[in-house]
């Protein structure tokens, strides 16, 4: 297999932005004492809207308004991605708005069963040496890898 296929536009950029993101993360743990895991941000942001106790728990409801910044911090990223290093192309998908939406909601849910989503366990748990996150990661990548598989079979 030519590594080409795997990244049609090149390395480089993949690179960079974990390492932006590990800085990112570090930083944040650095200065404030806060991890930095996406997941979070999927129940504090409900907290605003269920009054559901679980919802409504002190660690969701005191954290809401850093995790909000914390989630627009990744679309200005992207914002300034695109506008600093593209060429202007507007990036798009062929999958409908209802799939995107029914999909990030079943990853959030699923994100909060797990207690925390890859970036929380894969980039936080993993450099805190968590045994639990280890475990989330090779269960997240078995299932990648598995699904990814069985698609590619299925569409063969």
């Given at each position: 297999?030519?590594?080409?296929?795997?990244?049609?536009?090149?390395?480089?950029?993949?690179?960079?932005?974990?390492?932006?993101?590990?800085?990112?993360?570090?930083?944040?743990?650095?200065?404030?004492?806060?991890?930095?895991?996406?997941?979070?941000?999927?129940?504090?942001?409900?907290?605003?809207?269920?009054?559901?106790?679980?919802?409504?728990?002190?660690?969701?409801?005191?954290?809401?308004?850093w995790r909000l910044v914390y989630?627009?911090?990744?679309?200005?990223?992207?914002?300034?991605?695109?506008?600093?290093?593209?060429?202007?192309?507007?990036?798009?998908?062929?999958?409908?708005?209802?799939?995107?939406?029914?999909?990030?909601?079943?990853?959030?849910?699923?994100?909060?069963?797990?207690n925390g989503c890859t970036s929380?366990?894969?980039?936080?748990?993993?450099?805190?040496?968590?045994?639990?996150?280890?475990?989330?990661?090779?269960?997240?990548?078995?299932?990648?890898?598995?699904?990814?598989?069985?698609?590619?079979?299925?569409?063969?």
């Amino acid at each position: 297999m030519d590594i080409s296929s795997l990244f049609p536009f090149g390395w480089s950029h993949y690179l960079v932005g974990g390492l932006i993101i590990g800085l990112g993360v570090a930083l944040l743990f650095v200065f404030t004492g806060l991890v930095g895991g996406m997941s979070s941000v999927y129940s504090s942001t409900w907290s605003y809207l269920v009054n559901r106790p679980f919802f409504q728990q002190a660690k969701f409801t005191q954290s809401r308004a850093w995790r909000l910044v914390y989630a627009a911090g990744l679309i200005v990223g992207a914002l300034v991605w695109w506008l600093a290093f593209s060429d202007g192309t507007a990036q798009h998908t062929g999958v409908p708005a209802w799939q995107l939406a029914v999909g990030g909601f079943i990853a959030g849910y699923g994100a909060r069963l797990g207690n925390g989503c890859t970036s929380g366990h894969g980039i936080c748990g993993l450099s805190s040496l968590s045994l639990p996150s280890l475990g989330a990661v090779l269960t997240f990548m078995a299932t990648a890898f598995l699904t990814a598989n069985l698609f590619a079979w299925v569409q063969a």
